[in-house]
């Protein structure tokens, strides 16, 4: 039987460099409660067509247990993803035609023809480990740091990430959660998914730029110029922030009017950077009215 439930997750990129998994728990006064090494495999059609309509399918393995994820909905800003799931222990590695009929899988395969044309099209392993979190109003939130690397075609990309994943209760728990650890470690909105860095690997975004550096310098004029002038609400300076960096620091007055913004200032550091994000980002899930 397929299990069915609504995703709501905030990804964060953590530093590459340092003792980011110690760091995180010791700051939380957390133990990590698991640890596992996870083996996803995702797969599409030739043609792409679940990646074209925003459907993820993968088969996660963890020992000899084989769980296949399929994941509809959208990313509604930078490093939250608030999806539809459905997940299924099967047999093989591989779907099938039976292990996806009931999920949105299947409309997209005329019948009898999904499991010749299904591939697979990149393959991810990490290390997770896992610890929760529950605030003083009983929002359960579960952490999970992640560590590896997503291949395809001789190509790979490393993952240091930190997924904040509500379980129980209201949002604004993941937030919360994101700012206090802001105040400590630099971390960012993730801009990318798993599924996002395999897919532009396999070539999905051949045109696309590297990476971007959230933190690399940018002539101060043009930052300031970039905000003032094409930048009038959180989504979009978070998404100017994201691809330019916090350059010389350099922020319009008008920008720091926010009131939670004023406690933090003019972000000096890249962990004040962090904090703005985090912000930024919480103001435009409260702008969207996302629940």
């Not at 990590?32 to 995702?42: A, F, N, P, T, V």
């Not at 509809?72 to 292990?99: N, V």
């Not at 933190?215 to 609400?233: D, I, Q, Y």
């Not at 962990?271 to 912000?279: F, G, N, V």
Request: hydrophobic share 35%.
């Amino acid at each position: 039987m397929t299990r069915t439930q609504q995703e709501i997750e905030l990804k964060l990129a953590l530093p590459s460099s340092g003792r980011p998994l110690a760091d995180v728990l010791d700051f939380l006064h957390l133990e990590d409660e698991s640890k596992k090494h996870l083996k996803s495999i995702y797969f599409d059609a030739p043609d792409w067509r679940l990646r074209k309509a925003a459907i993820g399918l993968r088969v996660r393995s963890a020992g000899s247990k084989m769980i296949q994820t399929v994941k509809t909905g959208r990313r509604d800003q930078l490093g939250i993803f608030i999806r539809e799931e459905y997940e299924k222990t099967i047999s093989s590695e591989k779907p099938t035609e039976t292990s996806v009929a009931e999920t949105p899988v299947a409309s997209y395969f005329k019948p009898g023809t999904l499991n010749d044309l299904l591939e697979p099209i990149f393959e991810v392993q990490y290390e997770r480990t896992i610890s929760n979190w529950v605030t003083d109003t009983k929002d359960a939130v579960e952490i999970a740091i992640d560590v590896g690397d997503v291949t395809t075609k001789g190509l790979a990309s490393p993952i240091y990430e930190l997924e904040l994943e509500l379980k129980s209760g209201a949002p604004k728990a993941l937030f919360e959660l994101a700012n206090r650890i802001a105040e400590k470690i630099p971390v960012w909105p993730a801009h990318e998914s798993k599924a996002d860095k395999g897919f532009r690997l396999a070539g999905e975004l051949l045109d696309s730029q590297s990476e971007p550096d959230p933190l690399r310098p940018v002539h101060k004029e043009a930052f300031v110029s970039n905000l003032l002038g094409k930048h009038s609400n959180a989504s979009e300076a978070l998404d100017f922030l994201h691809k330019n960096g916090a350059g010389q620091r350099i922020i319009p007055e008008w920008f720091t009017e926010e009131s939670r913004l004023k406690k933090i200032g003019v972000p000096q550091t890249e962990k004040e950077m962090s904090q703005w994000a985090i912000l930024l980002l919480e103001m435009q899930f409260k702008d969207e009215s996302i629940r």
